[in-house]
């Protein structure tokens, strides 16, 4: 693996460019990518269903048009009663009115439709977007998201992004439609009363709506954010609520969130009074606009220019015509925050990749695998520390090396460069003989994987969380692999054996349950280099004994590369490395290392004297 080059590094130190099909919502040559507004990057996916979205808008315009037009139709109906005409003289309006009415409601639904399956398609695949690009980024490009921010991004933001497709294309496009419709019939029937409908419909459909934008602008800017730090506060309350109850300190774990919903509800209360103020407004020129007309019309039909018919049916055109605009101001406000929760998802869409793909990936070879590491060095940020400073580490097939030291010490991060998880700075990383970057990331897992350090147990059955390994698995495969890991008669004695629920994220489990269904979803992958990270963390002494035997007896001939803080059983393997600030500082076998009177030796000391004291 060569060094990254400076044009290949992202903002977050980590080396690598957007690739693949959740690499970001652009998805077309010139689409446009980071820095785009997030709106317009999120109307180029409605590309293939505009036809769908030109639907919605005619009938949008219809169902409004067909309201307009009922009050229109309905005060000419009633002027033209009261002349006492017969009834073939008004037999079309009935018609009219009823036919209108019915039209209003079918065209509503056909709006109602067309946009929201549209929005909800796109959104799905928005989400779909995220977490392909979610499982490229981790888990080395994630450490700048808390998970429930990310949740938010995924669900609500992602919901707060459909006010563009229902609230900002059909409704501004239909109000255009209907106004200009409704202001050439008035201008038909007395000009200045139509020009006087017309600036009333531009203040309250354009000015309203800007002027209600600005205003909140700034609680839009903080309302997603306000959103996703409420959801990371509650979640790491949850998580912890047992380290809290344990340490007395729930009332702190509560302030934090008390804190958080009143950012949220106070960002809330602003942004629904300025919805509140713009529906306000546009019923005030409504009302305003409305009397210039009806003056204007008063006035002709005094001096005979209009007769009472022509008058009913200016006037209630003009009332109805503000239906078109009435909900754009609110609209307006909810784009903003369409705005700001697209912009959120765009930061994890363009995220840069932690590793760097290859243009032509080589193919995995066959057969066993020879791993080299010479001089790697490795850092989380440009120009930070070294996390790895000169590691040089030869795994050839077959050979069992244990990494040991302090936390910080490294080894995280070995397992983190041979799992293609994290780009190297300087040196190279080689599988049998060609650079490890040669490969495709998602091709190396295939052959290298393992445990690692805290692994994740789903909520579901043992035999769904072993078979994740490798879904097309034997029976006798998965029996064989809980066997090796020590569950087997465990799980046989359970009332439901493999079908038994282990909770939320394996609550049901003991400590060394977890492990060994996480070493034997491990063992069931049949990796050619296992790399097992921590196994024994959070157990006690006879536990960790118990299963580093039973770990190191299933890794028997197979390339392993084991991390740990437990030296007890490393007298088995063909060689230990101790780390220190990221450097080897001995290297050796454990009868080898015990007689160098070095830190390998001071570690098995205090290990010793820890045992004799929990005795």
């Known amino acids: 693996m060569t060094a990254a080059t400076p044009a290949a590094t992202g903002p977050n130190g980590v080396a690598g460019h957007s690739t693949g099909p959740g690499a970001g919502i652009d998805a077309e040559p010139g689409a446009g990518g980071a820095g785009a507004d997030p709106l317009l990057r999120l109307l180029r996916l409605a590309r293939p269903l505009r036809s769908q979205l030109l639907v919605a808008v005619a009938a949008g315009a219809a169902a409004t048009g067909c309201g307009v037009a009922l009050l229109a139709v309905s005060g000419f109906l009633l002027a033209r009663a009261s002349q006492h005409p017969s009834i073939v003289a008004i037999s079309v309006a009935v018609v009219a009115v009823r036919g209108l009415s019915v039209g209003r409601g079918v065209s ?27 499982e490229r980024l981790a888990p080395a490009g ?21 006010d563009l497709f229902i609230r900002g294309i059909v409704p501004p496009l239909a109000a255009a439609l209907v106004g200009a419709g409704a202001v050439i019939a008035c201008l038909l029937i007395l000009a200045p009363a139509g020009a006087v409908l017309a600036a009333g419909l531009l203040a309250a459909g354009v000015g309203v709506p800007a002027l209600a934008a600005a205003s909140a602008r700034g609680a839009a800017r903080r309302l997603a954010p306000a959103r996703g730090e409420l959801a990371a506060s509650f979640t790491d309350l949850l998580a912890g609520a047992a380290d809290l109850h344990a340490f007395g300190a729930q009332e702190t774990g509560l302030t934090a969130v008390t804190a958080a919903d009143a950012d949220l509800a106070a960002q809330a209360r602003r942004n629904a009074a300025v919805s509140g103020l713009g529906t306000g407004l546009s019923a005030a020129i409504s009302g305003l606009t409305l009397w210039g007309v009806l003056v204007l019309g008063v006035a002709a039909t005094g001096s005979g220019t209009l007769t009472r018919v022509p008058l009913a049916v200016l006037t209630l055109t003009a009332l109805a015509a503000f239906e078109a605009v009435i909900t754009l101001p609110a609209a307006a406000v909810q784009l903003g925050q369409a705005r700001v929760a697209a912009g959120r998802i765009a930061t994890v869409l363009d995220a840069p990749d932690p590793v760097r793909e290859p243009a032509t990936a080589r193919p995995l070879p066959d057969g066993p695998l020879h791993v080299t590491m010479r001089g790697t060095r490795v850092r989380y940020q440009p120009g930070g520390p070294l996390a790895l400073d000169g590691i040089d580490l030869d795994l050839p097939p077959g050979r069992r ?23 190297i700075a300087a040196g190279t990383v080689t599988l049998n003989g060609f650079d490890l970057a040669a490969y495709a990331a998602d091709d190396i897992r295939t052959r290298i994987g393992g445990c690692p350090q805290d692994p994740h147990i789903f909520s579901t059955t043992i035999w769904d969380n072993l078979q994740l390994a490798r879904p097309g698995a034997t029976d006798e495969q998965r029996a064989d692999a809980a066997a090796r890991a020590g569950l087997l008669d465990w799980i046989r004695s359970l009332p439901l054996g493999w079908d038994t629920q282990v909770g939320a994220h394996g609550a049901t489990l003991s400590g060394g349950q977890r492990q060994r269904l996480a070493l034997a979803r491990a063992l069931l992958a049949d990796p050619a280099l296992l790399i097992l990270d921590e196994p024994t963390a959070h157990l006690d002494r006879d536990s960790r004994q118990a299963l580093t035997r039973d770990l190191l007896t299933a890794t028997a001939g197979r390339t392993t590369l084991l991390i740990t803080h437990d030296l007890d059983g490393l007298d088995l393997l063909d060689e230990i490395f101790v780390l220190r600030q990221g ?16 830190a390998y030796q001071q570690m098995w000391q205090a290990g010793q004297g820890a045992s004799a004291a929990s005795r």
């Open 108 to 134: 509503r639904y056909v709006e109602r439709l067309a946009s929201h399956d549209a929005a909800f398609r796109i959104l799905a695949d928005v989400r779909v977007s995220i977490y392909r690009r979610l």
């Open 142 to 162: 994630l450490a700048a998201f808390s998970s429930g921010d990310l949740l938010t991004r995924l669900i609500s933001d992602v919901d707060a992004t459909q």
């Open 401 to 423: 090396i244990a990494l040991v030291g302090p936390n910080g010490a490294g080894k995280s991060t070995v397992a983190a460069v041979l799992l293609r998880f994290i780009d």
């Open 583 to 598: 450097k080897v500082t001995e290297r050796g076998t454990h009868a080898e290392l015990i007689s160098a009177s070095g």
